[in-house]
């Protein structure tokens, strides 16, 4: 069954929808009738079924029900930052991350970083991802939209901490370092922040401002990543250690 997100409060068992992208994905895209039952969440992460009872020429009118299902949420704060990539890995990396839990995804420029937005495109681009970020959040059911967000330079991160903040240093796996990441996650922060570097890495003054600024360079294991496949990585253990484990 489709979720959609909706852009008011739902107050009573019946509610009106009038946001054209919606109306035109559930009346013309999917052609629902009514009597079709589709998933509505509000902006206070409320989920509601919705049986379809009229479609007009710009509105749907629905009956809605109030689910009592568990949250689909992580239960910590994950904010995602990293530097810009190609086109495609940046659109995946959006799509992923939501699809993992992360609450924010911020993308930043830095000195290997292999792209560079032009003050002119980046509104544009941000439409782009934050249209990704919606449609994936739809599809994996969950209650919020993450915030697609763009930083100029490496050293705006710091305005975006968060309780922990980390960074994945290659060179720290490549040493062996395996446990400091662990030790973090079991101190429980309510949130957390971890900086991926480009394909070409962080450079080493980068890493220096960063490790002044309170962010702790740990290793993601043995294996050196790609660039869009570490902070999956690093999503899928904050969702074992959160979710899966049994306490």
Known sequence: MEQYFVNKVIENN???IEDSETFKHVAKVLRH?????????????????????????????????????????LPIDVTIACSLSKKDKIEWITQKST?????????????????????????????????????????????IVPQVVYVNKLTDLVDHKAQSNLVAY??????????????????????ILCAFGPEGGFAPDEINFLNKSDFLSV?????????????????????????????
């Open 170 to 191: 290659e060179e720290s796996a490549k040493q062996g370092e395996i446990s400091l990441l662990a030790q973090t996650l079991n101190q429980n922060p309510n949130s």
């Open 33 to 73: 009738k009514p009597g079709d039952v589709i998933y509505l969440v509000d902006p206070e992460q409320n989920l509601f079924t919705a049986t379809i009872e009229r479609i007009t020429d710009d509105k749907i009118e629905t009956s809605v029900n109030k689910l009592a299902t568990p949250s689909t949420e």
């Open 99 to 143: 699809e993992l839990g992360a609450k924010k995804i911020i993308f930043f420029s830095s000195k290997y970083s292999i792209m560079t937005w032009k003050k002119n495109v980046i509104e544009k681009k941000l439409i782009r991802l934050q249209e990704i970020a919606k449609n994936a959040a739809q599809q994996s059911k969950r209650r």
């Open 219 to 247: 290793g993601l294991g043995p294996r050196i990543m790609r660039a869009e496949t570490a902070p999956m990585y690093f999503l899928s253990v904050l969702s074992y250690k959160y979710e899966l484990t049994v306490k």
């Open 14 to 16: 019946r509610f009106v």
